[in-house]
């Protein structure tokens, strides 16, 4: 049989799932994507990456190259239940779109390789998920390549995320034999037919028999270990049922306690229905969700997710279609209707919506309004940005936006034709309001416009779509990363007296300050001056200075990161003293207290996990010696090797074309941040200053 869902009957907000697909890049995202379109009767074909035939990856690029680049949303229907998906990117380089993603998003779908499971990039985005506070469900992908394992795959869930899995299926066979699975809540086997769309259910096959009963064993006692009542009933039964089952792995999802896996094979449509039948399950609904707080006339309120109450709304994406600007909303309460008039509720200015879309990528079904719980995408709104809360007139309530990664890359970039200069500018501001994650400047010293953004490859997308998508032809310079300065040994009692007098109301400001490290690269103000001789509201301008003064640093311009600046004394006058001037005098005692401490420079650095054939091991490690990496492990198996090992970021520019040269085309890396490390002096000294 095929598993086909019932047409959606309600419009309740426990009906509603929004969910993405999070994964490190090539583990299966958009191809589960597809084959979850296709089960719900979403699509009548099932569309292929290598085919450059899948809905979510429609963009040229995306197709191009045969990787997800930008956060796609596609709805569905399944049981009754609309299911919104967003499938996000598995690249290192665009963990910005993941970011805006998750911050609306009520659960997740995690998926790992069968073979290589846990991969450096599915940790960084599972630990963006824990940060938002997002359920997630497992499940385990490729059960058909070669090499693949589950039970290695689990391991390693629990390993290197520290997670509890509750794994609830068992495999019918392994790699090209994979056919189905066994439901250890069910104790029911599930086959799908080769060649075929449906499967059939049947009794747990002899073979099987034993070991699916002891892992049901072994799924009941974690599952009484982590939850109250699921104890008291195995205590008493030594057992549980499968209603309490059930409703125990709900309650553990919610709460954060358990993963709950399951495994298939996305790209032969194999586990795709019970899958969804566990998204509905155990992963959140909107009302499920707790009420979204907002600050509001200088207070915190909260807003709960009733349709019938004030509308309420945060922008997570904005993209430029033929159809004009689309602006995507996850709507938290209330009512949007067409033609209605919205409130920016951050900065007072009203705009109206124009048309709403239901999105399926880069297709739309306009639809008369959005609910509490929906995600939609509306046409009419001109100043709306990324992390932009919009409200009702009259009820503002301004939510927290999506947070913004610092770029580590830049790169120079001119118009190949002096009279596409301003077509140049505009194209650039259109990427930057598109993607929060690209920032461009102007060099004061060398007048270049410079764009800067999470990697090589975000860069050189970026720089496609200006040629493509504006049809302007660039000139893009040699990739940069960006530098920090940090303090190593800071001053103490640091005085600056701020005395100005030009005729009229003159300035006058006397601080005291200490600066010392920071172990994290931050920045840490704090006053600890009694008897007010800094009144508060002049320490907040002694405070604005400082962070002024941390644009650029001592050592070559860079910015000043990990720093504590503590204000212990001061003086005022009665008639020149003003925010004005202790702002100034802020500014101009922290640049002379780093001039008089000891700084170091400090650089981006990636941990990059490099599988190569085992013939290749030596060549690899010597190339990442010259590009000053630390090898911090190597395993091998197989016949091939992975290495890891930490590197500089500006050492890894034209990495790949190296890496499949030394191994013939055989060697693949990927990368993930792994945070700032100071630059060894030699290097410092041939950098030029920013």
């Known amino acids: ?89 598995g690249h290192v380089d665009f963990s910005d779109e993941v970011e805006r993603s998750l911050r609306v998003l009520d659960g997740a779908v995690a998926v790992f390789d069968a073979v290589a499971g846990v991969e450096p990039q599915s940790e960084s985005v599972w630990r963006q998920a824990d940060r938002h506070g997002v359920p997630r469900i497992a499940f385990v992908n490729k059960l058909d390549r070669a090499g693949a394992d589950l039970d290695t795959a689990v391991a390693s869930i629990r390993e290197r995320l520290g997670a509890v899995p509750l794994v609830v299926q068992l495999p019918i066979g392994r790699e090209d034999a994979f056919t189905g699975v066994v439901d250890l809540l069910a104790m029911r086997a599930l086959h799908w037919h080769a060649g075929s769309d449906t499967y059939e259910t049947g009794p747990v096959p002899e073979p099987l028999r034993e070991e699916a009963d002891r892992r049901r064993r072994l799924l009941e006692e974690t599952v009484a270990e982590l939850h109250a009542d699921a104890l008291e009933e195995f205590c008493a039964t030594s057992a549980l049922t499968g209603p309490t089952l059930t409703r125990a792995l709900r309650e553990l999802t919610l709460r954060g306690d358990g993963v709950v896996v399951l495994c298939g094979s996305a790209y032969r449509n194999r586990g795709i229905e019970p899958l969804l039948d566990a998204v509905l399950a155990y992963l959140p609904s909107p009302a499920d969700m707790p009420p979204v707080r907002g600050m509001a006339d200088g207070a915190e309120q909260e807003r709960a997710p009733d349709p019938a109450g004030p509308f309420t709304a945060l922008a997570f994406k904005v993209t430029a279609t033929a159809t004009g600007r689309l602006t995507y909303l996850r709507v938290y309460a209330g009512t949007l209707r067409k033609g209605a008039t919205v409130l920016d509720a951050a900065t007072g200015r009203t705009e109206r919506v124009g048309r709403i879309l239901r999105v399926q990528a880069d297709r739309h079904e306009e639809r008369e309004e959005a609910v509490a719980g929906d995600i939609v995408a509306v046409i009419g709104l001109k100043a709306a940005r990324a992390g932009t809360t919009l409200c009702a007139p009259g009820a503002g309530l301004v939510l927290e936006p999506p947070s913004v990664a610092e770029p580590v890359v830049s790169v120079a970039v001119e118009a190949r034709f002096a009279g596409d200069t301003g077509r140049l500018s505009a194209a650039l501001a259109r990427l930057a309001e598109e993607d929060p994650s690209l920032v461009v400047r102007s060099d004061a010293e060398t007048g270049q416009t410079v764009l800067s953004g999470m990697g090589e490859l975000h860069l050189e997308v970026a720089a496609e779509k200006i040629r493509s998508g504006h049809g302007v032809e660039v000139v893009v310079g040699r990739p940069q990363v960006s530098y920090r300065e940090t303090v190593v040994r800071g001053v103490t009692g640091l005085v600056y007296r701020h005395v100005k007098q030009d005729g009229g109301a003159g300035q006058f400001a006397h601080v005291v300050v200490d600066v010392e490290p920071l172990e994290e690269a931050a920045f840490e103000f704090r006053s600890t001056v009694v008897g007010g001789r800094v009144p508060q509201e002049y320490a907040r301008a002694v405070e604005a200075g400082c962070r002024d003064a941390l644009a650029e640093g001592p050592l070559g311009g860079h910015p000043v990161t990990g720093l504590r600046v503590t204000l212990t004394d001061g003086a005022t006058h009665s008639k020149d003293s003003s925010e004005m001037a202790f702002r100034a005098a802020g500014r101009f005692a922290l640049r002379e207290a780093l001039r008089l401490s000891a700084v170091e420079l400090l650089e981006p650095v990636v941990e990059v996990t490099v599988t190569v054939p085992e013939d290749g091991v030596g060549g690899v490690l010597g190339d990442l010696a010259a590009r000053r990496g630390r090898v911090s492990g190597s395993t091998a198996g197989s016949g091939t090797a992975v290495i890891t090992a930490t590197v500089p970021l500006a050492e890894l520019f034209g990495y790949a074309s190296r890496l499949r040269g030394r191994t013939r085309g055989r060697g693949t890396f990927t990368t993930r941040p792994a945070g700032l490390a100071p630059v060894p002096a030699s290097v410092a000294a041939a950098l030029p200053a920013r």
Request: proline content about 3%; overall charge positive.
């Open 1 to 89: 049989m095929r598993a086909n869902g019932r047409p959606l009957t309600t419009t309740s907000l426990t009906a509603v799932r929004n969910l993405g697909i999070l994964a490190h890049v090539d583990a299966g995202k958009t191809t589960l994507t597809e084959r979850v379109l296709f089960a719900t009767g979403a699509t009548h074909k099932r569309g292929e990456v290598h085919a450059g035939t899948t809905v979510t990856d429609y963009d040229p690029q995306e197709r191009d190259r045969g990787i997800t680049i930008f956060a796609a949303a596609v709805s569905c229907t399944w049981d009754g239940h609309r299911v919104n998906l967003i499938d996000t990117p």
